[in-house]
RNA sequence: GCCAGAGUAGCUCAGAGGUAGAGCACUUCCUUGGUAAGGAAGGGGUCGUGGGUUCAAUUCCCACCUCCGGCUCCA
């Protein structure tokens, strides 16, 4: 007999060599047709798999990540099946589970092309497939024997992944005809799959490296019933809405013309307001904690990036420089602001009393990014960092770094960005030819981020190969509408920029010493802040950041003038005002302007003029009865008030 | 940059080798109204751009531009 051990701490005996899914069965057999796989001393295991010692046992269902995890690979094992049948020598290279279904990366072949109008014929097929109940089977094979059947077969990319696998015996999962080289764990049957939807078709390059082969990649999802499936459709239509493209041009906010060029947004004036309304707030919070604004040019010389290593580092795939006609001196495009900074804290003296020095811009920088990433205000080529540099004395660095932490959080909770992710970028320690500075800098930035993080009890990922060239960040994602991640605010530790600045300042010792330089963002970009601030609140902006406070619907024409007249006591009040004065009826107004979002419509007809009042309608919760103009005016200022409070 | 798809009115979209359509928006008129669409009439399109095939191309073919979904990249 071995002892299980489950989640809740209670001990079941069982057996030698019971499985998983016979455990559920003998709890009950509803369990039993809910799980998918089974976490065995903390490894996942397939459900059948004999267990032959005392052990841990969790089982995964839906809800569990690792359930559907299993339930999306096993999918995706099915997709291929049904390429095989359909596309018969089809060349297979990876399908694993992602966080929303799976896909595979195939080679059709012989100049064959996979199209989104092929995707429903193999979807058809998998349905089919699926209902046969074919079970997966695990089967463990010799290195010798796994390449000796996938070179049968003809799957190089297969062959080539098993000739790098160094373990002594190599796991291949079969359902129905289809064998696959796998780790696994699978679901037992392929019974479990009810609803299947292919969703995609795109390219990926073989082993994500551009040099390779370009193969398909087909994206699909799989669930255990048709409700969630139609669920999660009609979740990715409601995200669509969402979209920060598409609200930005119903609400003009922004838009883009090929005549100015592709990536280069140009702000409508309701964007240019909101803008504004979030650089007054930032400018705000930074003036409180220290900060000292500077402007720079939007070029600088080229060998201004040459000393910061940009131009070694970026140069071929920047905007090329630009040179003067008499002199034939060359100028970037501002790549970055850091150079800027570093050459303003060269322009005097410092003392170490003066530390930190904490210098703020938003500064609009140029990048040439490659025309298949741009996308919407996330990706473009020209865009304005709240960009500070934070020059300081080593003791000096953890608190700075932590209290920018703190005001990052700070501003998040104001954005109600509750739902992100902050993730440690450090280098790649197999590619260090990346980065420049010594190994001794890089080694006490790392620790030095590591550290804070820690210190401020921030829930993190570390990502190797993510930093910046000069230094490692501490970054923050935020979601958009369909759940891509986007980096909004970083914090960097830079030793090396100060040297090739030569920084200096002067120690007590008066002896001159190297300052170390924090690069940080809150908002990222403003954007691509913007275009996530979009996208989680479909518009409906707080009212303090809202470019439009309120509008006056007169209920007919004949209470225009005084309309009119509240207008310009809520304009005079800082209340950005509008009045909506159409020969239309109120309920076709107030339907209007609802869909643009204003946040208050303010409604005026006989009651209203003889009593001096405005009837007040909150966006989106209905009518909430009459006030005063004056009081209208306070109060919208209390909301404010309260919306920035925490 | 690479793979795949798309581009028709301001917006959302239908259409077809033979004179270009709908809804919303816009203009004018009627209507003067009380909390999410009142009625009528009207204007508006080099069908992304340039080539080619054809008696005829917005439709078929080629190239380019832009956009969308990914990949790679992201100071």
Redesign the pocket.
């Known amino acids: 007999m071995i002892k299980i051990t489950f989640p809740d701490g209670s001990v079941r005996e069982y057996k030698e060599g019971i499985n998983s899914l016979e455990i559920a069965e003998q709890i009950s057999p509803r369990l039993a047709k809910e799980v998918y796989s089974a976490t065995v001393n903390n490894e996942t295991w397939d459900l059948t798999r004999p267990i032959s010692t005392d052990a841990t046992l969790k089982l995964n269902k839906w809800d569990d990540a690792e359930g559907k995890h299993a339930f999306w690979h096993s999918s995706a094992h099915l997709m291929a099946e049904a390429l095989e049948s359909l596309y018969p020598g089809m060349k297979f290279g990876i399908g694993p589970a992602i966080e929303n279904g799976f896909y595979y990366d195939v080679d059709p072949g012989d100049g064959r092309?996979i199209?989104?109008a092929d995707l429903q014929p193999i979807e058809d097929k998998m349905k089919e497939l699926a209902s046969k109940n074919l079970t997966f089977t695990r089967k463990d094979v010799s290195k010798n024997e796994a390449l000796t059947f996938f070179s049968k077969k003809g799957d190089e990319y297969k062959t080539e992944l098993i000739s790098e696998l160094t373990d002594g015996t190599i796991t291949l999962y079969t359902q129905g005809n289809f064998t696959d080289l796998c780790k696994g764990p699978h679901l037992p049957s392929t019974e479990p799959m009810k609803a299947i939807k292919l969703l995609?078709?795109?390219?990926?390059?073989w082993r994500?490296?551009?040099k390779h082969k370009?193969l398909?990649?087909i994206y699909g999802i799989t669930f255990p019933k048709q409700k969630l499936l139609d669920e999660y459709l009609v979740f990715l239509e409601e995200a669509k809405k969402r979209d920060h493209?598409r609200i930005g041009?119903e609400l003009e906010l922004f838009t883009?013309s090929?005549n100015v060029g592709?990536?280069l947004p140009l702000w409508m004036p309701k964007g240019s307001d909101l803008r504004q309304n979030l650089i007054n707030f930032l400018t705000g919070l930074l003036r409180k904690r220290g900060y000292k604004f500077v402007t720079t040019p939007h070029i600088g010389n080229v060998n201004l990036y040459k000393t910061s290593g940009?131009f070694e580092k970026?140069g071929a795939?920047?905007f090329q420089p630009i040179s003067t006609p008499q002199e034939g001196e060359q100028f970037m495009l501002k790549?970055?602001n850091c150079p800027h900074h570093c050459e303003i804290y060269n322009a005097t003296p410092h003392s170490y009393k003066e530390m930190p020095i904490r210098m703020a811009e938003f500064g609009t920088v140029y990048?040439?990014?490659?025309?298949?990433?741009?996308?919407?205000l996330t990706?473009v080529r020209s865009f304005t960092q709240d960009d500070a540099h934070i020059f300081c004395r080593q003791d000096q660095l953890s608190n700075e770094f932590k209290s920018i932490i703190d005001l990052i959080l700070y501003v998040f909770r104001i954005m109600n960005f509750n739902d992100f992710s902050a993730q440690i970028s450090l280098r790649d320690p197999n590619n260090k030819e990346k980065y420049i500075g010594s190994d001794e800098n890089w080694e006490r930035a790392e620790h030095d981020i590591i550290e804070a993080a820690a210190e401020k009890n921030l829930a993190t990922t570390v990502v190797l190969g993510e930093a910046?060239?000069y230094g490692p960040k501490l970054d923050f994602m935020v979601k958009d509408a369909?759940g891509?991640k986007w980096q909004l605010g970083t914090i960097q530790v830079d030793y090396n920029l100060p040297d090739r600045f030569d920084l200096n300042y002067n120690g007590s010792d008066n002896q001159k010493h190297r300052p170390v330089m924090l690069h940080r963002t809150i908002f990222g970009s403003l954007e691509r802040f913007i275009a996530v601030l979009i996208e989680n609140t479909s518009g409906k902006f707080p009212l303090w950041l809202a470019p439009e406070k309120a509008v006056i619907l007169p209920?007919?024409?004949?209470f225009n003038d005084y309309a009119r007249k509240v207008l310009e006591i809520l304009n005079n009040s800082d209340i950005c005002t509008l009045i909506d004065d159409?020969?239309?009826?109120?309920?076709?107004k107030?339907?209007d302007n609802?869909?643009k979002r204003i946040p208050y419509?303010l409604?005026i007809?006989?009651?209203?003029i003889e009593k001096g009042t405005i009837?007040v309608?909150k966006q989106?919760e209905?009518?909430k009865g009459s006030m005063k103009i004056e009081e209208f005016v306070s109060f919208i200022n209390s909301e404010i008030k309260k919306e920035l409070a925490f």
């Open positions: 092309v199209t989104e995609s078709v795109a390219g990926a390059y994500g490296d551009e370009m398909t990649r493209r041009k883009f090929p592709m990536g940009h970026y795939d920047s790549p970055m990048r040439y990014e490659q025309s298949g990433e741009l996308h919407g990706r910046a060239f369909i891509r209920i007919s024409e004949k159409r020969d239309e009826k109120i309920g076709k107030i339907r609802e869909l419509l409604i007809g006989e009651k209203e009837a309608r989106g209905g009518d």
